[in-house]
């Protein structure tokens, strides 16, 4: 499979506090890729290297052969990387549907995948049809999670990043964001996903690293790292 983002020996700081250290990461086309580990470990700041919003010192990023490390966030997405964060940024006063307007872009150039549209999302997350005309602050979590997504694929991204989707979901809620997250690997699209649920990521991932304290502990598919049973005690979230 071929290289789509590589994060090469980062560096990040917040002030004077060193809070990434010689990140390295892979994800491949078509490839669902982890990042696990516990609240404040560095899976945000990763996340946010990743999109230009945390300034990275030192290393490389690069998405599909270009060097996109510091570029302004909104020329990353243009070039094909949604990005879901934690916090979900939902425009509460505005319906389902205007929230997946504002989403909607033509896809990066030399994306093969499938458009996104009303149709499709709905196909997707089928919850939220009978809600377009629903002001979006009075959706539920998982609800407005889900729109999160929507909106961000709306975007037509050939990369997705998703920072912490299921925190604060109830189980239900979680088991169905793994089927429709899993539907969407199904079909192809690249996912770099940010979680210390270790339930939820073995339903999902190809491959995961492991951090702690800004450092990538451990790496490799989950059969590798149930070999390391510390991985999982140490680091991760049951």
Known sequence: MTDLLTVDSINAFYGRSHVLHDVSL?????????LLGRNGAGKTTTMSAIMGLVSVGSGRISFRG?????????????????????????????SVRE?????RKKPARGTVEGLWDFDRVFTLFPMLAPLQNRTS????????????????LMGNPTLLLLDEPVEGLAPIVVETLANQLAGLRAEGLS???????????????????????????????????????????RFVAF
């Open 191 to 233: 996912m770099l996903i940010s979680e210390q649920n270790l339930t939820f990521a073995r339903l999902l991932a190809d491959r995961a690293y492991v951090m702690e304290s800004g450092i990538v502990r451990h790496s490799g598919t989950l059969a590798d790292l149930d070999a390391k049973p510390e991985a999982w005690t």
């Open 66 to 94: 270009e060097d996109i490390r510091n570029a302004p966030p909104h020329r990353i997405a243009h070039r094909g990387i949604g990005f879901v964060p934690e916090s979900r940024r939902m425009f509460a006063s505005l």
């Open 137 to 152: 602050g009075t959706l539920s979590g998982g609800q407005q999670q889900m729109l999160t997504i929507a909106r961000t």
């Open 26 to 34: 892979v994800v491949r086309a078509g490839e669902t890729v982890l």
């Open 99 to 103: 929230n997946l307007e504002l989403g």
